[in-house]
Protein backbone atom coordinates (compact mmCIF):
# COMPACT_ATOMS: atom_id res chain seq x y z
CA UNK A 1 0.00 0.00 0.00
CA UNK A 2 1.05 3.48 -0.94
CA UNK A 3 2.08 5.77 2.43
CA UNK A 4 -0.36 8.34 4.34
CA UNK A 5 -0.37 9.82 7.11
CA UNK A 6 -2.67 11.95 9.88
CA UNK A 7 -2.06 15.36 10.62
CA UNK A 8 -3.72 16.94 13.85
CA UNK A 9 -4.00 20.64 14.34
CA UNK A 10 -1.68 20.00 17.66
CA UNK A 11 1.13 19.16 15.51
CA UNK A 12 0.89 15.52 16.00
CA UNK A 13 1.98 13.60 12.82
CA UNK A 14 1.18 9.73 12.11
CA UNK A 15 2.19 7.76 9.75
CA UNK A 16 0.13 4.88 7.98
CA UNK A 17 -0.72 3.45 4.76
CA UNK A 18 -3.50 4.30 2.48
CA UNK A 19 -5.96 2.04 1.25
CA UNK A 20 -8.90 4.44 0.20
CA UNK A 21 -8.68 7.26 -2.40
CA UNK A 22 -5.45 8.51 -3.24
CA UNK A 23 -6.57 12.09 -2.30
CA UNK A 24 -6.22 14.26 1.05
CA UNK A 25 -8.97 15.34 2.94
CA UNK A 26 -9.59 17.74 6.21
CA UNK A 27 -12.47 17.40 9.34
CA UNK A 28 -13.03 17.13 12.32
CA UNK A 29 -11.60 13.93 13.97
CA UNK A 30 -14.29 11.64 15.94
CA UNK A 31 -14.04 7.56 17.11
CA UNK A 32 -16.39 5.07 17.37
CA UNK A 33 -16.28 2.30 19.57
CA UNK A 34 -18.20 -0.11 17.84
CA UNK A 35 -17.21 -3.70 16.59
CA UNK A 36 -19.36 -3.92 13.47
CA UNK A 37 -21.14 -1.99 11.12
CA UNK A 38 -19.00 0.19 9.29
CA UNK A 39 -21.19 0.75 6.15
CA UNK A 40 -23.56 1.58 8.12
CA UNK A 41 -21.41 4.01 9.87
CA UNK A 42 -19.49 5.44 6.95
CA UNK A 43 -23.37 6.10 5.37
CA UNK A 44 -24.68 7.48 8.31
CA UNK A 45 -25.31 11.36 7.58
CA UNK A 46 -24.44 12.48 11.36
CA UNK A 47 -20.80 11.99 10.14
CA UNK A 48 -20.78 14.56 7.86
CA UNK A 49 -17.66 16.70 8.09
CA UNK A 50 -15.92 14.39 10.26
CA UNK A 51 -13.01 11.95 9.86
CA UNK A 52 -14.10 8.54 11.77
CA UNK A 53 -11.52 6.64 13.71
CA UNK A 54 -12.40 3.04 14.32
CA UNK A 55 -11.39 1.46 17.15
CA UNK A 56 -12.02 -1.66 17.15
CA UNK A 57 -8.56 -3.25 15.40
CA UNK A 58 -9.40 -5.77 12.36
CA UNK A 59 -11.87 -3.50 9.65
CA UNK A 60 -12.84 -4.72 6.61
CA UNK A 61 -12.88 -8.71 6.80
CA UNK A 62 -16.55 -8.60 5.77
CA UNK A 63 -16.68 -6.41 3.04
CA UNK A 64 -19.67 -3.97 1.34
CA UNK A 65 -23.00 -5.34 0.54
CA UNK A 66 -24.45 -4.47 -3.07
CA UNK A 67 -26.79 -1.35 -3.45
CA UNK A 68 -29.86 -3.23 -3.70
CA UNK A 69 -33.05 -1.32 -2.93
CA UNK A 70 -36.72 -2.39 -1.50
CA UNK A 71 -40.07 -1.71 -2.79
CA UNK A 72 -39.85 1.78 -1.19
CA UNK A 73 -36.53 2.58 -3.21
CA UNK A 74 -35.08 2.41 0.07
CA UNK A 75 -30.95 1.35 0.04
CA UNK A 76 -30.64 -2.13 1.77
CA UNK A 77 -27.35 -2.32 3.15
CA UNK A 78 -26.61 1.54 3.65
CA UNK A 79 -27.86 4.74 5.81
CA UNK A 80 -28.21 7.05 2.83
CA UNK A 81 -27.39 6.94 -0.83
CA UNK A 82 -23.91 7.68 -0.34
CA UNK A 83 -20.31 7.64 2.02
CA UNK A 84 -20.65 10.82 4.36
CA UNK A 85 -17.21 10.58 6.41
CA UNK A 86 -14.84 13.20 4.77
CA UNK A 87 -12.08 10.20 5.20
CA UNK A 88 -11.61 7.15 7.49
CA UNK A 89 -8.48 5.90 9.96
CA UNK A 90 -8.23 2.17 10.69
CA UNK A 91 -5.44 0.23 13.10
CA UNK A 92 -5.29 -3.16 10.36
CA UNK A 93 -7.14 -3.56 7.21
CA UNK A 94 -7.83 -6.89 6.41
CA UNK A 95 -7.77 -7.22 2.26
CA UNK A 96 -9.48 -10.45 2.60
CA UNK A 97 -13.37 -10.29 3.10
CA UNK A 98 -15.90 -12.95 3.60
CA UNK A 99 -19.61 -12.92 4.01
CA UNK A 100 -22.50 -14.41 1.77
CA UNK A 101 -24.00 -10.56 0.69
CA UNK A 102 -20.70 -9.16 0.24
CA UNK A 103 -20.48 -7.45 -3.37
CA UNK A 104 -17.26 -5.48 -3.03
CA UNK A 105 -14.06 -4.73 -0.44
CA UNK A 106 -14.03 -2.35 1.55
CA UNK A 107 -11.10 -0.24 -0.32
CA UNK A 108 -12.73 -0.69 -3.63
CA UNK A 109 -15.98 1.08 -1.75
CA UNK A 110 -14.35 4.06 -0.78
CA UNK A 111 -12.42 4.38 -4.14
CA UNK A 112 -15.47 4.18 -5.82
CA UNK A 113 -16.55 7.16 -3.76
CA UNK A 114 -13.59 9.29 -3.03
CA UNK A 115 -13.01 8.46 0.26
CA UNK A 116 -9.27 8.56 1.78
CA UNK A 117 -8.10 5.74 3.92
CA UNK A 118 -5.26 4.77 6.33
CA UNK A 119 -4.09 1.96 8.21
CA UNK A 120 -1.75 1.26 10.21
CA UNK A 121 -2.52 4.18 12.73
CA UNK A 122 -2.38 3.18 16.77
CA UNK A 123 -6.08 4.56 16.99
CA UNK A 124 -5.91 3.25 21.01
CA UNK A 125 -3.31 6.10 21.41
CA UNK A 126 -5.36 8.26 18.95
CA UNK A 127 -8.31 7.89 21.10
CA UNK A 128 -6.96 8.45 24.28
CA UNK A 129 -5.74 11.63 22.37
CA UNK A 130 -8.96 12.67 21.62
CA UNK A 131 -10.70 12.01 25.19
CA UNK A 132 -7.75 14.35 27.15
CA UNK A 133 -7.84 16.94 24.37
CA UNK A 134 -11.54 17.13 23.25
CA UNK A 135 -12.13 17.48 19.52
CA UNK A 136 -9.59 17.95 17.15
CA UNK A 137 -9.47 18.73 13.82
CA UNK A 138 -7.26 16.74 11.48
CA UNK A 139 -6.65 16.00 7.60
CA UNK A 140 -5.65 12.72 6.02
CA UNK A 141 -2.55 13.19 3.55
CA UNK A 142 -2.37 11.02 0.47
CA UNK A 143 -1.34 10.27 -3.43
CA UNK A 144 -0.71 13.88 -4.98
CA UNK A 145 -3.36 15.83 -4.59
CA UNK A 146 -2.82 19.18 -2.69
CA UNK A 147 -2.80 19.31 1.24
CA UNK A 148 -5.87 20.56 2.44
CA UNK A 149 -6.40 23.49 5.62
CA UNK A 150 -7.87 22.84 8.41
CA UNK A 151 -11.78 22.82 8.27
CA UNK A 152 -14.22 23.05 11.27
CA UNK A 153 -17.58 21.76 10.09
CA UNK A 154 -18.93 23.42 12.86
CA UNK A 155 -18.79 26.71 11.07
CA UNK A 156 -21.00 25.26 8.57
CA UNK A 157 -24.60 24.80 8.21
CA UNK A 158 -24.01 20.51 7.36
CA UNK A 159 -27.76 20.23 7.79
CA UNK A 160 -28.86 22.32 4.70
CA UNK A 161 -25.68 19.96 3.27
CA UNK A 162 -27.36 16.36 3.55
CA UNK A 163 -31.25 17.24 3.69
CA UNK A 164 -33.16 16.40 0.88
CA UNK A 165 -33.96 19.21 -1.39
CA UNK A 166 -38.07 18.70 -2.02
CA UNK A 167 -40.73 16.82 -0.10
CA UNK A 168 -41.13 12.88 -0.64
CA UNK A 169 -44.40 11.09 0.21
CA UNK A 170 -43.66 7.57 1.39
CA UNK A 171 -47.53 5.84 1.20
CA UNK A 172 -48.75 3.48 3.44
CA UNK A 173 -51.83 2.90 6.48
CA UNK A 174 -54.38 5.75 7.26
CA UNK A 175 -51.87 7.95 9.90
CA UNK A 176 -49.20 10.42 7.96
CA UNK A 177 -46.29 11.81 9.59
CA UNK A 178 -44.13 14.79 8.72
CA UNK A 179 -40.43 13.58 9.19
CA UNK A 180 -38.63 16.15 8.82
CA UNK A 181 -34.77 15.12 7.00
CA UNK A 182 -32.12 16.90 8.94
CA UNK A 183 -30.07 14.28 7.33
CA UNK A 184 -32.05 10.70 8.34
CA UNK A 185 -30.84 7.45 8.74
CA UNK A 186 -32.73 4.71 6.24
CA UNK A 187 -33.45 2.55 9.36
CA UNK A 188 -35.81 5.21 10.67
CA UNK A 189 -38.08 5.33 7.75
CA UNK A 190 -37.84 1.40 7.64
CA UNK A 191 -38.72 1.60 10.71
CA UNK A 192 -41.95 4.00 10.38
CA UNK A 193 -42.87 1.79 7.34
CA UNK A 194 -43.17 -1.37 8.78
CA UNK A 195 -45.38 -0.36 11.11
CA UNK A 196 -47.87 1.02 8.09
CA UNK A 197 -47.27 4.54 8.66
CA UNK A 198 -47.71 7.07 6.20
CA UNK A 199 -44.19 9.34 5.58
CA UNK A 200 -43.60 12.91 4.35
CA UNK A 201 -40.00 13.25 4.04
CA UNK A 202 -39.42 16.88 3.92
CA UNK A 203 -36.44 19.49 4.13
CA UNK A 204 -35.13 20.83 6.78
CA UNK A 205 -36.70 24.21 6.47
CA UNK A 206 -39.83 23.03 4.51
CA UNK A 207 -42.75 25.02 6.71
CA UNK A 208 -45.30 22.46 6.63
CA UNK A 209 -47.68 24.83 8.56
CA UNK A 210 -47.55 27.59 6.29
CA UNK A 211 -47.82 24.61 3.57
CA UNK A 212 -51.06 23.84 5.46
CA UNK A 213 -50.06 20.23 5.12
CA UNK A 214 -52.28 17.53 7.04
CA UNK A 215 -50.77 15.18 9.37
CA UNK A 216 -51.07 13.14 12.87
CA UNK A 217 -47.45 13.52 14.33
CA UNK A 218 -44.45 14.78 13.61
CA UNK A 219 -40.95 13.35 13.48
CA UNK A 220 -37.30 15.28 13.59
CA UNK A 221 -34.08 13.10 12.50
CA UNK A 222 -31.11 13.09 13.19
CA UNK A 223 -28.31 14.95 11.69
CA UNK A 224 -24.59 16.28 11.89
CA UNK A 225 -23.12 19.54 13.24
CA UNK A 226 -24.21 22.54 15.55
CA UNK A 227 -28.47 22.43 16.07
CA UNK A 228 -28.11 26.25 17.35
CA UNK A 229 -27.59 26.88 13.94
CA UNK A 230 -30.99 26.00 12.41
CA UNK A 231 -33.07 28.89 13.93
CA UNK A 232 -35.18 28.52 11.00
CA UNK A 233 -36.42 25.18 12.09
CA UNK A 234 -36.95 25.96 15.93
CA UNK A 235 -39.35 28.39 14.80
CA UNK A 236 -41.40 25.73 12.97
CA UNK A 237 -40.97 23.34 15.56
CA UNK A 238 -41.96 25.84 18.24
CA UNK A 239 -45.22 26.76 16.09
CA UNK A 240 -46.01 22.79 15.93
CA UNK A 241 -46.32 22.56 19.65
CA UNK A 242 -49.31 24.75 19.54
CA UNK A 243 -50.88 21.64 17.13
CA UNK A 244 -49.98 19.35 20.84
CA UNK A 245 -49.79 16.46 18.14
CA UNK A 246 -47.36 13.86 19.05
CA UNK A 247 -43.35 15.23 18.42
CA UNK A 248 -40.74 12.52 18.31
CA UNK A 249 -37.18 13.54 17.77
CA UNK A 250 -34.00 11.09 17.36
CA UNK A 251 -30.41 12.00 18.20
CA UNK A 252 -30.09 16.38 16.51
CA UNK A 253 -34.06 16.13 16.69
CA UNK A 254 -34.12 15.89 20.57
CA UNK A 255 -32.08 19.24 20.61
CA UNK A 256 -34.10 20.97 17.98
CA UNK A 257 -36.91 20.06 20.21
CA UNK A 258 -34.91 20.94 23.49
CA UNK A 259 -34.14 24.69 21.78
CA UNK A 260 -37.67 25.08 20.45
CA UNK A 261 -38.51 24.79 24.18
CA UNK A 262 -36.56 27.61 24.80
CA UNK A 263 -33.89 25.47 26.39
CA UNK A 264 -29.64 25.67 24.83
CA UNK A 265 -27.56 22.65 23.51
CA UNK A 266 -23.42 22.68 24.21
CA UNK A 267 -20.87 20.29 22.40
CA UNK A 268 -19.66 17.72 24.21
CA UNK A 269 -15.68 16.97 24.89
CA UNK A 270 -15.63 14.21 22.59
CA UNK A 271 -18.98 13.03 21.47
CA UNK A 272 -20.87 9.46 22.41
CA UNK A 273 -20.07 7.37 19.18
CA UNK A 274 -20.63 3.52 20.25
CA UNK A 275 -23.12 0.14 20.31
CA UNK A 276 -22.70 -0.39 23.74
CA UNK A 277 -23.97 3.09 25.99
CA UNK A 278 -26.09 2.52 29.09
CA UNK A 279 -28.80 4.82 29.36
CA UNK A 280 -31.46 4.99 32.30
CA UNK A 281 -34.95 6.24 32.15
CA UNK A 282 -35.25 8.43 35.18
CA UNK A 283 -38.76 7.37 35.96
CA UNK A 284 -38.94 3.90 36.13
CA UNK A 285 -34.65 2.53 36.49
CA UNK A 286 -34.87 0.51 33.19
CA UNK A 287 -31.43 0.48 31.74
CA UNK A 288 -31.15 0.55 28.30
CA UNK A 289 -28.26 -0.39 25.79
CA UNK A 290 -28.10 1.91 22.93
CA UNK A 291 -26.32 2.92 19.67
CA UNK A 292 -25.38 6.27 19.73
CA UNK A 293 -23.52 9.33 17.50
CA UNK A 294 -23.51 12.91 18.58
CA UNK A 295 -21.45 15.69 19.57
CA UNK A 296 -23.83 17.93 21.16
CA UNK A 297 -26.04 17.51 24.15
CA UNK A 298 -28.72 19.40 25.82
CA UNK A 299 -28.03 21.82 28.76
CA UNK A 300 -30.04 20.43 31.80
CA UNK A 301 -30.46 23.73 33.85
CA UNK A 302 -31.73 25.73 30.76
CA UNK A 303 -34.68 23.28 30.33
CA UNK A 304 -37.94 25.23 30.61
CA UNK A 305 -40.73 24.51 32.64
CA UNK A 306 -43.07 21.39 31.89
CA UNK A 307 -40.19 19.82 30.07
CA UNK A 308 -38.48 16.99 32.09
CA UNK A 309 -35.11 14.20 32.14
CA UNK A 310 -36.25 11.51 30.63
CA UNK A 311 -33.25 9.50 29.83
CA UNK A 312 -29.87 10.18 31.33
CA UNK A 313 -26.34 8.57 30.23
CA UNK A 314 -24.77 6.17 32.58
CA UNK A 315 -21.29 7.24 31.94
CA UNK A 316 -21.24 10.87 32.12
CA UNK A 317 -24.93 11.14 33.75
CA UNK A 318 -25.64 13.76 30.17
CA UNK A 319 -29.23 14.13 29.53
CA UNK A 320 -30.54 11.43 26.71
CA UNK A 321 -33.94 12.09 26.03
CA UNK A 322 -36.19 14.39 27.31
CA UNK A 323 -40.04 14.70 27.12
CA UNK A 324 -43.08 17.37 27.80
CA UNK A 325 -44.64 16.59 31.17
CA UNK A 326 -48.38 16.99 30.01
CA UNK A 327 -48.13 16.90 25.87
CA UNK A 328 -46.83 13.94 23.92
CA UNK A 329 -43.60 15.55 23.01
CA UNK A 330 -40.72 13.05 23.55
CA UNK A 331 -36.90 12.49 22.16
CA UNK A 332 -34.00 10.47 22.68
CA UNK A 333 -30.46 11.16 21.77
CA UNK A 334 -29.52 7.63 20.86
CA UNK A 335 -30.67 5.42 17.69
CA UNK A 336 -33.67 3.32 18.79
CA UNK A 337 -33.30 2.47 14.93
CA UNK A 338 -29.46 1.10 15.32
CA UNK A 339 -28.62 -0.66 12.55
CA UNK A 340 -26.65 -3.19 13.40
CA UNK A 341 -28.29 -2.68 16.60
CA UNK A 342 -28.85 -3.31 19.74
CA UNK A 343 -32.44 -2.89 19.36
CA UNK A 344 -33.42 -2.32 23.20
CA UNK A 345 -35.51 0.93 22.08
CA UNK A 346 -37.32 0.07 18.89
CA UNK A 347 -40.19 0.11 20.91
CA UNK A 348 -40.16 3.72 20.73
CA UNK A 349 -41.27 3.72 17.50
CA UNK A 350 -44.40 1.58 18.34
CA UNK A 351 -45.08 3.82 21.37
CA UNK A 352 -45.15 7.11 18.98
CA UNK A 353 -47.44 5.12 16.27
CA UNK A 354 -49.56 4.76 19.83
CA UNK A 355 -49.87 8.05 19.90
CA UNK A 356 -51.10 8.77 16.67
Given amino acids: ?101 AAKSLSAWLKENNIPAITGIDTRALTQKIRQHGTILGKIIAGTSPEPDFYNPDLDNLVAQVSISKPKLYKKGPKKIICIDCGMKNNILRNFLSRNITVLRVPWNYDFIKAEEKFDGIFISNGPGDPAMLTELHSIIKKAFSFKKPIFGICLGCQIMALAGGAKTYKLKFGHRAQNQPCIDTKTKHCYIT ?27 TIEGIRHKTLPFFSCQFHPEASPGPSDTTNFFDQFAAML
Fill in 291 to 317: SQNHGFAVNEKSLKSGWEVWLRNLNDK
Fill in 1 to 101: MPTAKLILKDGTVLKGQSFGAPISAAGEVVFNTSMVGYPESLTDPSYHGQILTLTYPLIGNYGIGDNSRDQNDIENNFESGKIRVKGLIITEYSENFSHWQ
